[in-house]
C-alpha cells in the first residue's frame, strides 16, 4: 500500500512538474531527462510511469485542465449566473492570469501548437477546450440565450486569444489595455453591461 502511494507521488510530482513546463514553453520544452532532473529523479524512472512520452503530454493535459476548473470553482463566489459570468471573464482575461502563465488555462499557451499534435493528444485538448466552453454555457443558459453553446464558443475563442496577445505584447500598459477591452466586449455581448461601461 505505501509503495503504491509513494508511487502516485512521484507520478504526481512528474505531471506537475511537465505541466509548469508546458504552460510556459509548450509541449515541445518537455524532454524526458531534463523533466526528470527539474523534478529531482532519475531518468529512467520516467518508465515506471509513462509508456512514452505522447503519454505523458496527454496527462499533463487532462490535468492542467482539470487544475484550471478547480481554481476557477474556487474563485467564483457568485450564485447569480449573471455575476458567475461576469467573476469568470474578469478571472479569464485578468492581469494575474496575463502574468503567471504556468499556472493557468492551458488554452491559449497550447492552441498554437495544438493543431500539430498527434490526433490522441489533440482530442485530449479539445476535450479539455470543450469542459471550459461548458462552464461558459452554463450561466448564458440559464440567462436564456438560445444559442448558448455558440456564443460560449465565440467567447472562449475571444478570451484564450486576448489573452494570448496580451502575453505576447512587450507593452504592458497596451496588453492590460487589450485586456480590458475585452472584458468589456464579452459582458457587452453576453448582455452583462454597455459597451460604453
Given at each position: 500500500?505505501?509503495?503504491?502511494?509513494?508511487?502516485?507521488?512521484?507520478?504526481?510530482?512528474?505531471?506537475?512538474?511537465?505541466?509548469?513546463?508546458?504552460?510556459?514553453?509548450?509541449?515541445?520544452?518537455?524532454?524526458?531527462?531534463?523533466?526528470?532532473?527539474?523534478?529531482?529523479?532519475?531518468?529512467?524512472?520516467?518508465?515506471?510511469?509513462?509508456?512514452?512520452?505522447?503519454?505523458?503530454?496527454?496527462?499533463?493535459?487532462?490535468?492542467?485542465?482539470?487544475?484550471?476548473?478547480?481554481?476557477?470553482?474556487?474563485?467564483?463566489?457568485?450564485?447569480?449566473?449573471?455575476?458567475?459570468?461576469?467573476?469568470?471573464?474578469?478571472?479569464?482575461?485578468?492581469?494575474?492570469?496575463?502574468?503567471?502563465?504556468?499556472?493557468?488555462?492551458?488554452?491559449?499557451?497550447?492552441?498554437?501548437?495544438?493543431?500539430?499534435?498527434?490526433?490522441?493528444?489533440?482530442?485530449?485538448?479539445?476535450?479539455?477546450?470543450?469542459?471550459?466552453?461548458?462552464r461558459l454555457a452554463t450561466p448564458l443558459r440559464k440567462l436564456?440565450?438560445?444559442?448558448?453553446?455558440?456564443?460560449?464558443?465565440?467567447?472562449?475563442?475571444?478570451?484564450?486569444?486576448?489573452?494570448?496577445?496580451?502575453?505576447?505584447?512587450?507593452?504592458?500598459?497596451?496588453?492590460?489595455?487589450?485586456?480590458?477591452?475585452?472584458?468589456?466586449?464579452?459582458?457587452?455581448?453576453?448582455?452583462?453591461?454597455?459597451?460604453?461601461?
Amino acid at each position: 500500500m505505501e509503495k503504491m502511494s509513494h508511487k502516485a507521488r512521484t507520478r504526481q510530482r512528474i505531471l506537475d512538474e511537465a505541466a509548469r513546463i508546458m504552460r510556459e514553453v509548450g509541449t515541445e520544452g518537455i524532454g524526458v531527462a531534463a523533466l526528470m532532473k527539474r523534478a529531482g529523479l532519475t531518468h529512467g524512472g520516467f518508465y515506471a510511469h509513462f509508456s512514452s512520452r505522447e503519454e505523458l503530454v496527454q496527462a499533463v493535459l487532462e490535468q492542467m485542465f482539470a487544475d484550471s476548473a478547480q481554481r476557477t470553482d474556487a474563485a467564483i463566489t457568485a450564485t447569480d449566473p449573471a455575476e458567475q459570468l461576469s467573476q469568470f471573464i474578469d478571472l479569464y482575461l485578468s492581469e494575474e492570469h496575463r502574468n503567471h502563465p504556468a499556472e493557468g488555462c492551458p488554452l491559449p499557451a497550447l492552441m498554437s501548437e495544438a493543431a500539430h499534435l498527434p490526433v490522441e493528444t489533440r482530442t485530449r485538448f479539445t476535450a479539455g477546450m470543450e469542459a471550459v466552453r461548458k462552464r461558459l454555457a452554463t450561466p448564458l443558459r440559464k440567462l436564456g440565450y438560445a444559442q448558448a453553446d455558440d456564443l460560449a464558443m465565440t467567447m472562449l475563442a475571444e478570451m484564450s486569444g486576448a489573452l494570448a496577445l496580451a502575453r505576447a505584447c512587450p507593452d504592458d500598459a497596451r496588453a492590460s489595455q487589450m485586456l480590458a477591452v475585452s472584458r468589456q466586449a464579452l459582458k457587452a455581448r453576453a448582455g452583462l453591461e454597455s459597451e460604453a461601461a
